[in-house]
């Protein structure tokens, strides 16, 4: 099928869901076009990326996670990127100063957490206005999203996370705790383990039938129409993500705070900067830090003293096999055995496997084959 063949179903979809009347005589009718929709949206995106076009930057990720940083033409983004880092961004008052992706390396209570300063997102950029499709590509692939504004355009927050949300990103949403397995035979059977108020196990048949013919379904949460049809999806990326409210200077300490609530109030994680002067710089880099929800582990060789100096980084919940895999490819194939003293010891020195979840603050020592 055409791609224009296939727009031109999407709005045929679009038009009937926006002249149905939503009531509960409907709203299996409305799930259903919801699913197809997705799922035509979802081929036309496959084809235009398959077409050559939003294939991203050649930007190497580097260090222990990396932060995209977004704004509008002209925000300052270049100016807190050489702020916060070792980079020299281009910087220059007009719009689309930075043209590429320019990367820089913050070090942070051990951290080393690369910043991407992209070019301008603007309004279209899910259809590629503005070299869109190269930005969401690299904002895909980041642990963390700064959404910079200034004081004068808090607007541009809900521009942003429209333009994400077209390309499949759910920022500061949790992936739902739903498990499908697919079956033989028997038909769809849905299970909850929690009360549900946007759908009941009806509905959820109705758009799980979109995409299966068989399947056990158990939903472990609240969910909505539109975070069902993204599980299915299977492409949705979770990203969060904090606003950072540059050029602070240039209005006053009331002007300010009256922004900061109304954005705090739509439900956005907020810092107050001024780039160029470096006020609140500190405060961001203490939360890019904390939002990454990092462990320090330091390690001890066999017969020498802990190095409390660069601790290994690593994301909360991580054992010692993934501690492993980050320090050598040979630790794990290796691996004899790892003595942990600190938060997760139960004792002094506790002798440990692989499978031992590590704590912020423990000290490692790995034994290996030689």
């Known amino acids: 099928m055409e791609t224009t063949s296939i727009e031109k179903q999407i709005k045929e979809i679009e038009d009937e869901i926006f002249n149905t009347q939503k009531n509960k005589a409907t709203e299996h009718h409305i799930g259903k076009l919801k699913a197809k929709l997705a799922k035509l949206r979802d081929e036309v995106e496959k084809r235009k990326s398959a077409g050559g076009k939003?294939?991203?930057?050649?930007?190497?990720?580097?260090?222990?996670?990396?932060?995209?940083?977004?704004?509008?033409?002209?925000?300052?983004?270049?100016?807190?990127?050489?702020?916060?880092?070792?980079?020299?961004?281009?910087?220059?008052?007009?719009?689309?100063?930075?043209?590429?992706?320019?990367?820089?390396?913050?070090?942070?209570n051990g951290a080393k957490i690369q910043i991407l300063d992209l070019p301008g997102l603007i309004a279209g950029a899910s259809e590629g206005k503005g070299r869109g499709r190269e930005v969401i590509s690299a904002v895909r692939n980041v642990d963390l999203i700064l959404f910079m504004i200034d004081t004068q355009y808090e607007d541009n927050i809900e521009i942003m996370n429209k333009e994400l949300y077209k390309a499949g990103m759910r920022l500061n949403q949790e992936k739902p705790d739903i498990v499908i397995k697919k079956t033989g035979k028997g038909g769809i059977n849905v299970t909850s383990t929690v009360k549900l108020t946007y759908l009941d196990e009806s509905l959820i048949k109705t758009i799980s039938s979109e995409y299966l013919i068989n399947a056990d379904i158990t939903v472990r949460d609240n969910i909505t129409e539109d975070q069902l049809i993204d599980v299915f999806a299977a492409n949705r990326i979770y990203v969060p993500v904090i606003v950072v409210i540059n050029k602070?200077?240039?209005?006053?300490?009331?002007?300010?705070?009256?922004?900061?609530?109304?954005?705090?109030?739509?439900?956005?994680?907020?810092?107050?900067?001024?780039?160029?002067?470096?006020?609140?710089?500190?405060?961001?880099?203490?939360?890019?830090?904390?939002?990454?929800?990092?462990?320090?582990?330091?390690?001890?060789?066999?017969?020498?003293?802990?190095?409390?100096?660069?601790?290994?980084?690593?994301?909360?919940?991580?054992?010692?096999?993934?501690?492993?895999?980050?320090?050598?490819?040979?630790?794990?194939?290796?691996?004899?055995?790892?003595?942990?003293?600190?938060?997760?010891?139960?004792?002094?020195?506790?002798k440990v496997g692989l499978e031992h979840v590590l704590e912020d603050g423990d000290v490692l020592t790995i034994v290996i084959s030689r």
């Open 54 to 108: 939003g294939k991203g930057f050649a930007i190497k990720k580097s260090g222990d996670a990396t932060v995209g940083l977004i704004g509008f033409p002209n925000i300052g983004k270049s100016t807190l990127l050489n702020q916060i880092t070792d980079a020299k961004s281009r910087i220059g008052d007009y719009d689309f100063t930075t043209v590429d992706a320019i990367p820089g390396m913050m070090k942070y």
């Open 248 to 350: 602070i200077d240039l209005v006053s300490e009331k002007q300010l705070q009256k922004k900061i609530n109304n954005i705090k109030q739509r439900g956005w994680k907020i810092v107050a900067i001024s780039a160029l002067n470096g006020i609140g710089i500190n405060k961001l880099k203490e939360m890019i830090f904390s939002e990454m929800n990092f462990i320090r582990v330091y390690m001890k060789p066999i017969g020498k003293q802990a190095d409390f100096n660069e601790p290994l980084i690593l994301k909360k919940g991580s054992t010692i096999e993934q501690a492993c895999t980050k320090l050598h490819k040979d630790f794990k194939r290796k691996f004899r055995y790892a003595s942990v003293s600190g938060p997760s010891a139960k004792h002094d020195i506790q």
